[in-house]
Every structure is written in C-alpha cells, then in structure tokens.
C-alpha cells in the first residue's frame, strides 16, 4: 500500500526543512526564473496546504511553479544536491495541488 499524499506531503516538507539550499543557486536566474523566488513561492504554499486547503491564489502560484521547475530542471547542474532539491519541491508542490483538488471534492 502506498502513503497517502498528505503524510507524503509531510514527508518531503520535513526533508526539505532540514535540506540546505545549493548554495552555487543562490542569487540565480535559470530560464528566466529566479531559483530563490521559486523556491520561497513553493515552500510557502506548501506550508500553508499542510494547515488547511489551498486558497484559489496558492493554488495558481503553484501551479505555475510546477511550469517553472519544470522549465529549469533540465537546466541544473547537480553540484550540491541542486537537482534532489528542486525535485523535491515539484513533489511537494504536485502533491500539494493534488491534496487541494481532493479535499475540495
């Protein structure tokens, strides 16, 4: 059986809380995006959804997150665990948009 998205959600935002930022993407435009924005724009969702529903507004910021790491992944060098990092916000970022449309039906 596999773990429902909200304790997977859980999961991942406690690693993230303890993963240090790749330190080489601070300060860093990759395609256009600000890798520090995307990161606060998603972490700052994410915190919200895991204390109740997503407001429609958190819900687009996330969606449009998940276009931009998206976008970007392909573009990261993996020197510092950037790659691990930003996959771990399109997860939460995912599951957060996912465990919004669930509690909304």
């Known amino acids: 059986m596999s773990e429902p998205e909200p304790d997977q959600?859980?999961?991942?935002?406690?690693?993230?809380m303890r993963a240090p930022f790749p330190p080489h993407i601070r300060?860093?435009?990759?395609d256009g995006e600000d890798m520090v924005?995307?990161?606060a724009d998603i972490?700052?969702?994410v915190s919200s959804s895991?204390?109740?529903?997503?407001?429609?507004?958190?819900?687009?910021?996330?969606?449009?997150?998940?276009a931009a790491v998206?976008?970007?992944?392909?573009s990261i060098d993996d020197e510092g665990g950037a790659i691990e990092y930003y996959e771990r916000l399109r997860d939460m970022a995912a599951l957060a948009v996912?465990?919004?449309n669930t509690n909304s039906r």
């Open 43 to 45: 972490a700052g969702c």
């Open 50 to 66: 895991l204390s109740g529903p997503l407001d429609e507004r958190r819900r687009r910021i996330l969606l449009a997150c998940l």
């Open 98 to 100: 996912e465990v919004g």
């Open 70 to 74: 998206e976008k970007v992944l392909p």
């Open 37 to 39: 924005l995307l990161d």
């Open 9 to 16: 959600l859980s999961r991942l935002w406690e690693e993230h």
């Open 27 to 30: 300060g860093r435009e990759i």
